[in-house]
């Protein structure tokens, strides 16, 4: 294992188990005792190894001695290494620590050296990769080399094992001693005390106090060790409501803050939402939060095809529409919302079929796949027939029946075998696989129309594999899954 990623400056070779450096320069061991040689230094008077060139003995230490560090040029200071510019004090060597790459990260870090591992082999690790192999003490949960074992052969650090309990210097209550000089919980406090006040400092004098009253009631409800973790997360949130305090010069009403930020963004950090009613700050209004709700997936919904296209024309015109009957009151936002969600996911569907207008045929399809969606998309169909004169209606759909495959057992058996031998499973095939899988596994066939897509598959509690078609669920094997991701 190489003990650096430079060679020896005088013969070149690797280093392997010896790496002196000396004004910058890097020597093996065989190099370093042929160039230094053991004299009596003229400062110190030591006896030392002394660079063999140089006229007046002086060792390598003492030719640094009282110098400023380099990088902050403090006079008195703990030593820290020598470069080839000059000495530097212990607290600015790490800047000058030359970056390793980690066998197990491989990432470039400060902290990297050769490790020895639990099977007496080395490695070059940094600290958390090396961490990982540790086992956790089961007194104060940290990952340490074991000192010994519990009677069930659970590993204990040397501190849990020697010193055993210590007593926490704030509140004053017994710990194991492998966790530090204070308990968990007053180490969780004093972080999220911190944390805290630094967020708060950052905001106006509207939310800086919330904010830590946030602190403090988030505490309470999720727990101290929970809040200390995640009160950095609601930072951003609370910045922009203290930007939007600032704009109005006072706390938005529930009104004026959801026109300002989404509900989707509301709901996201529903934790805040839940504190600001609670503390009847900024009270939730239920019929307001609903109307903007379907207001914001009505605007997300408008926004799923790409302006100018044939589907977006039809998904606008049909907004136009429902709103005009909204405008004569015959009809609800929440209705608008309720009608369009089939009429996009149906325009989606449309986009595995070669064909720019919806068909009776893609129609049918769709409606064995989505059976629960009929009533739903009727009033779309029936705007289609109506504006755009299409020659359909959901009349002519046929109520789903299974029905059994046509081709044998055995050639669907052997079909299915082949396709999945394939090394990769082509786009273009996977629908035929799922089709010919449900056919030889269940005995039902799917129409040749039917586009089951490789999102729909889902997994259950079971870790199961499951596709719902025509109302019913139809399990799949890992094998099948696997081999079209």
């Known amino acids: 294992m190489r003990v650096s990623d430079a060679d020896c400056d005088y013969c070149h070779e690797k280093l392997f188990d010896w790496d002196y450096r000396y004004h910058g320069k890097h020597y093996c061991r065989k190099c370093y005792n042929y160039l230094f040689h053991f004299k009596i230094c003229s400062v110190c008077e030591r006896r030392r190894k002394i660079y063999y060139a140089l006229k007046t003995p002086i060792c390598k230490f003492c030719q640094v001695k009282d110098k400023p560090c380099i990088r902050c040029g403090k006079e008195n200071y703990t030593f820290g290494k020598i470069t080839e510019h000059g000495t530097v004090c212990k607290s600015c060597s790490k800047y000058f620590v030359k970056l390793k790459k980690c066998t197990s990260c491989g990432q470039k870090k400060t902290n990297i050296s050769n490790r020895l591992l639990s099977d007496n082999a080395t490695k070059l690790l940094c600290e958390s990769c090396y961490a990982k192999t540790l086992p956790i003490c089961s007194q104060c949960r940290y990952r340490r080399n074991p000192y010994t074992f519990t009677l069930d052969k659970k590993p204990i650090c040397k501190l849990c094992s020697t010193e055993i309990i210590r007593l926490c210097s704030q509140c004053e209550k017994l710990f194991p001693a492998g966790y530090g000089r204070i308990c968990r919980d ?84 529903l934790v805040v939402t839940i504190f600001f009613d609670e503390s009847k700050l900024i009270v939730i209004d239920k019929k307001i939060k609903e109307e903007y709700a379907n207001l914001n997936m009505i605007d997300k919904y408008l ?129 035929y696989l799922f089709r010919t899988a449900i056919g030889y596994l269940h005995g039902i066939d799917v129409p040749e129309s039917v586009f089951i897509d490789t999102r729909d598959i889902k997994l259950n509690s079971k870790k199961e594999f499951y596709v719902r078609i025509g109302g019913s669920v139809f399990y799949l094997p890992n094998i099948l899954v696997n081999a079209v991701e």
């Open 303 to 431: 926004t799923v095809f790409e302006q100018g296209t044939y589907r977006y024309k039809l998904i606008m015109r049909y907004y136009q529409y429902l709103y005009s009957k909204l405008k004569a009151q015959q009809t609800t936002i929440r209705s608008i919302r309720l009608s369009l969600t089939p009429a996009v996911k149906f325009l989606q569907y449309c986009n595995h079929f070669n064909t720019q207008k919806p068909t009776l045929d893609i129609l049918k399809s769709y409606l064995w796949y989505c059976s629960g969606q009929r009533a739903s998309i009727t009033g779309f169909v029936n705007f289609l027939a109506k504006e755009y004169k299409f020659n359909f209606s959901i009349k002519d759909v046929e109520p789903i029946v299974f029905k059994t495959p046509s081709t044998s057992k055995e050639q669907l058996k052997q079909r299915f075998i082949d396709l999945l031998r394939l090394d990769e499973m082509p786009q273009n095939k996977q629908n």
């Open 186 to 269: 007053c180490h969780c406090k004093n972080t999220l005390t911190s944390k805290t006040n630094f967020i708060a400092a950052s905001l106006s004098t509207y939310l800086s106090k919330t904010f830590i009253d946030f602190s403090d009631w988030l505490a309470v409800r999720r727990g101290v060790a929970f809040a200390s973790i995640h009160i950095h997360h609601y930072h951003a949130y609370f910045f922009e409501l203290d930007e939007i305090c600032n704009r109005l010069n006072k706390l938005p009403s529930y009104e004026e803050l959801i026109t300002r930020v989404t509900i989707a963004k509301a709901r996201s950090n």
